[in-house]
């Protein structure tokens, strides 16, 4: 069973921690360098990870669980304009993607106005294909109640992020939470960090229940398995974009043109299957560059096998 | 400055209030602004912001921000009003060259070559400038959505009535009636 971990450390010898990943049998799904500093995000089978902690601890680095390893989440504001962005948009997005999570900042083209707000179904499609959603509203209670119609028909969990605590939403979303509204400035305070830690906690919890629920039919291969096979292709392999591939909760998302590469991404064979077999691949709805990959559950295959 | 609220909305009032300080703050404009006046009614919805400047803004030219005098090299200025100092030599850098224009001590400019008589007149100061900055705060802090507006920007006090419905001459008269309080005048 892989597990996401988080080394924070130096570049000093990261060509022995990169090498005992590939032994292994992991995978690093993020790195981020900023100059001598180095943050890789891995997945790592779990009896494997003494020996990474161990080699993390002689380079002088620290490793820690990522509860948000391996997802893809988005933060949705109503629109990209000053009023809802930068703040505090960004601030969620970066405190999600320190628990390890991909996230992805999106403002709706029609969300503004109380009565006029629309989101379009190609916005939800869009964002049905994350993992998890947070919506931010404002300061207005009739207002965010107006407003439950650009969540409310989500299909993945969304974590609604308010100023006052509205009524009659708990149906809508998995969570709920109040007290942060507009912003123009960075949460830095104490009581605006407390806050950031409340979404993410609530985020975590979203997370680990579709996990659990995952659990409960196991997908029929493990998208760090996948992304493996995934890192022999050309395509992948010479692809400029940052984190060409992104693993998510029940596959895995290729930032590889769909067109052009589903027939390579179908013959891939993954315990003697092909992963077309095993797996739903089609093009992403955000941009014809991306292909998401669905990796099927167990049932699913035995089901699709007897047919 | 002082900032009022009214409204329906409890946490909004509080949340706005602090918005709107902020933002005048970011932009520097806290120490122009005396009164502020904020009506807000979300459920309807309709926004009232009615504010007064400290003093009327007015357009400045060069000799009212500084004492002029002819010297053999040219131009020499006493900076009178500091506030200015910094558009008064942005605005000598860029007509006559950064090498022809020395700022000789914190107050005195020469400009070479130059006489009184041609850079007396050069404005330093549009009054629109202040006022756009302050509408354009205002604008900030409004919610993006209420797009039908009604402006009064005649004078120190500035009303916007911003709504994201029809907008009507009974929500006019009440922008008129704020703008009144304020101390402003109507012309209709």
Known sequence: ?307 | MNITVEGTDPYGNEAYHELFRRILIDLGKNRVVEEVRIVQRPADPVFVYSLRLRTRPERRVLSDVATLRDEPEGARLTISDEVFAPAILSILWERYRRDRVDQLSRYEISVQGVSVEEIEDIEVSSGDKVKNEIIDAMWRTLPEGMKARYNLTEGNVLTILATEDKMTEELKEEARAMHRAMGGEVNV
Do not use: W
């Open chain 1, 1 to 307: 069973m892989f597990e996401v971990l988080m080394f924070d450390g130096g570049i000093y010898r990261s060509n022995e921690l990169y090498e005992l990943i590939d032994d292994l049998g992991g995978v690093v799904i993020n790195q981020t360098r900023s100059q001598q500093m180095l943050m890789i995000t891995m997945a790592i089978p779990g009896d494997e990870i003494p020996a990474v902690e161990k080699l993390a601890k002689e380079l002088g680095g620290v490793t820690k669980k990522v509860s948000l390893g391996g997802t893809e989440i988005a933060v949705v504001g109503p629109t990209l304009g000053r009023h809802h962005m930068p703040h505090p948009i960004c601030d969620i997005a970066e405190m999600l993607r320190r628990l390890g999570a991909i996230t992805v900042v999106m403002g709706l083209a029609r969300g503004r106005g109380k009565g006029r707000a629309q989101i379009m179904a190609e916005e939800k499609a869009i964002v049905n294909e994350y993992d998890a959603a947070v919506f931010m509203m404002g300061n207005f209670k009739t207002c965010i109640e107006a407003k439950s119609h650009l969540f409310s028909e989500i299909e993945k969990p969304v974590v609604l992020v308010t100023g006052p605590r509205p009524e009659g939403l708990d149906e809508d979303c998995e969570a709920i939470v109040d007290g942060v509204g507009r912003k123009s400035e960075r949460m830095r305070r104490p009581d605006e960090r407390a806050k950031l830690e409340e979404i993410s906690e609530a985020m975590v919890k979203v997370i680990e229940d579709r996990r659990k629920i995952i659990l409960e039919d196991p997908l029929f291969v493990h998208p760090a398995e996948v992304m493996q096979l995934l890192e022999g292709l050309d395509a992948v392999t010479y692809n400029l974009r940052p984190a060409p591939v992104v693993l998510r909760l029940d596959g895995l998302r290729v930032k590889i043109p769909y067109r052009e590469h589903v027939k390579e991404l179908e013959e891939l064979q993954v315990y003697g299957r092909r992963l077309g077999d095993v797996a739903e691949i089609r093009p992403s709805r955000l941009s014809d560059s991306s292909t998401i990959i669905r990796i099927l559950s167990r049932s699913e295959v035995e089901y699709k096998d007897s047919e």
